[in-house]
């Protein structure tokens, strides 16, 4: 049985999370267009075997394919009707796949709307949040994952629907040249998700774990006693022939982990391109490191 995620996080042991959903779904099979929640009623078992893929590969908690899953972007496919169900069969398949002794994290990702202009007003964004959270509680998540956002306005909605449940809160942002899209620092957010009493703060996506060891720190100087989570691309996207891919290898980017932990962060998992052969790689090196 496993502990309380916030518990475990107390030990102060380094956590292995998971990698890519994206990325894995279209190399499944999942054509561009499609919505990726759609799959986990329509091909449950694909969903499923990539959570399980990620636990063989060594990680201590799989995230939900659910990134997507906010009503406003499932509207986008004319599926906002079906945000409950479609959270809540993501979560049941993570849970499924992750039994009782590993962690599920319910994703949740931007809404593609943007407050600041008008486009959907704040008591709105925050129902559709709310109904994503409920869905994912009541599939079995341990912890929710507000991921790759980039406006505090917006991250604080996603934060308020997901206190409702009582469940630890982890929220990172995606940063580029020392901005998120929306212009914050990894300093302002970090005094926002302090102020907003999330659990775990963090950066995901972005380029390779490298790329974010000036965020940790960054973020572990503002907050020094949260935990700090990183889910990193396998480098940026470069496009080959038709083809986007992800440059850097599971051997390249386990080469950064001691960099990553030694800036601050405890639980180290992939974003997009990353695979189960990363996240061995990973949980290879911190095996080694963490038995010296
Ligand atoms: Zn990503």
Redesign the pocket.
Known sequence: MRKSFLEALKENKTLISDG?W?TFLQAEGMQSGECPEEWNVSHPDIVKNIAEKYIKAGSDMVETNTFGGSRHKLNLFGLGERTYELNKAGAELSREAAGDDHWVLGSIGPSGTILMMGEVSENELYEDFLMQVRGLADGGVDAFCIE?FSALDEAELAIKAAKTTGLPIICTF?FENGFSMMGVTPEAYAEKMLELGVDVLGT???NGLDGMVDYVKAIKAIAPDHPILI?A?AGLPVLKGTETVYPETPEHMSRFVPAILEAGACIVGG???TTPEHIKAINKTVRMLKSE
Do not use: F, P, S, V
Request: glycine share 24%.
């Open positions: 890519a994206g790759t995606t995901n996506c972005g889910h691309n974003c997009c391109g």
